[in-house]
């Protein structure tokens, strides 16, 4: 089962803008190809830091203004919102290492292993 949230219109000002934690959004595309390949490295850090950071997808061709509000020139495109604003943006795919460093995830710790309480 995938964390990964569909933003819409209707979910994105409270799922991002009024989150407690980190959000990142990844604008992509179906027919994008550097999305596709950027698909599964957005699937590890929703897995991975699940609690930590929330993350969501905006389908461009779906939800035309919110990519045009996110001011996005090209897929895909990923942001990180903090506090209700962008805070760190990557355009292309990259991979996951140098995604996260530029989007500033290197300093969020990722979520603890779940473990029995000793």
């Not at 590890?44 to 996005?72: F, H, M, Y």
Request: overall charge negative.
């Amino acid at each position: 089962m995938s964390n990964v949230i569909t933003l819409t219109q209707d979910n994105f000002d409270e799922e991002v803008l009024a989150s407690d934690v980190p959000v990142v959004v990844d604008y992509w595309a179906p027919w994008c190809g550097p999305c596709r390949m950027l698909g599964p490295v957005i699937e590890q850090i929703a897995s991975e830091r699940a609690g930590t950071v929330k993350v969501g997808k905006v389908n461009v061709d779906d939800e035309p203004a919110l990519a045009e509000r996110a001011g996005v020139r090209g897929i895909p495109y990923v942001v990180v919102y903090r506090d209700g604003a962008p805070a760190g943006q990557a355009v292309g795919a990259q991979p996951r290492a140098a995604l996260e460093h530029t989007l500033g995830l290197d300093e969020v710790p990722a979520a603890p292993a779940t473990a029995e309480a000793a």
